[in-house]
């Protein structure tokens, strides 16, 4: 059974930090680009950040640079999003995904969840006071 399961959501100041944790199991996550999105009511999923299959690259939506920091343990098959700095506006179910390395971190392509094979259930984040 193919699956991804996130973890570490939860409510938080604005200025707080959240670190999600994604793991995988039935399949390894060696050879898989690992993204993170989210999706806000009423909102259209946004794709959030990705790291290629080895962590050597990494991508950002303009909003969360410098705020958000991608990272992967493939010995623990898990890959992970640490958010710094959290606004009300990040408030959203955040979901990670997997899939093929190449077309995932084409500099020239966005986030698209269209090339994602395998989804997480979501984890809610809400950044409130």
């Known amino acids: 059974q193919l699956q991804l399961v996130e973890s570490g959501g939860g409510l938080v100041q604005p200025g707080g930090s959240l670190r999600l944790s994604c793991v995988a199991s039935g399949f390894t996550v060696d050879y898989y680009a690992i993204g993170w999105f989210r999706q806000a009511p009423g909102k259209e999923r946004e794709g959030v950040s990705c790291i290629s299959s080895s962590g050597g690259r990494t991508k950002y939506v303009e909003s969360v640079k410098g705020r958000f920091t991608i990272s992967r343990d493939n010995a623990k098959n898990t890959v992970y999003l640490q958010m710094n700095s959290l606004k009300p506006e990040d408030t959203a179910v955040y979901y990670c995904?997997?899939?093929?390395?190449?077309?995932?971190?084409?500099?020239?392509?966005?986030?698209?969840?269209?090339?994602?094979?395998?989804w997480g259930q979501g984890t809610q984040v809400t950044v409130s006071s």
């Open positions: 995904a997997a899939g093929k390395d190449s077309l995932i971190m084409d500099p020239s392509n966005p986030i698209s969840e269209y090339v994602f094979d395998y």
